[in-house]
Nanobody, 114 residues
């Protein structure tokens, strides 16, 4: 059974930084495409960033140059470094893993507010 556990969310002021982590258990991490989605109140869930199992990268236009996704296959972990945070980055951030099937974490709240 694949499980994803996120951590690292919280409250931060505009311009600040946070790093999200997501640990995958129950399968071989390196075969999965890993990524982060977010959902703001009243809005649809949207892709933030993804990293392939050969380290190909994909970012939403709204976060390019501010967010960096990375993975550590030895630690079964994917990270999302978020810099220069804006109020519009507020939302629940979900980790996902995809390989034949898709799996989701429970989500972690990120709030950017002064």
């Amino acid at each position: 059974q694949v499980q994803l556990v996120e951590s690292g969310g919280g409250l931060v002021q505009p311009g600040g930084s946070l790093r999200l982590s997501c640990v995958l258990s129950g399968s071989i991490f390196s075969i999965y495409v890993m990524g982060w989605y977010r959902q703001a109140p009243g809005k649809q869930r949207e892709l933030v960033a993804a990293i392939g199992n050969h380290d190909s990268l994909n970012y939403a236009d709204s976060v390019k140059g501010r967010f960096t996704i990375s993975r550590d296959n030895a630690e079964n972990t994917v990270y999302l470094q978020m810099n220069s945070l804006k109020p519009e980055d507020t939302g629940v951030y979900y980790c996902y893993a995809a390989h034949l099937h898709s799996y989701w974490g429970q989500g972690t709240q990120v709030t950017v507010s002064s």
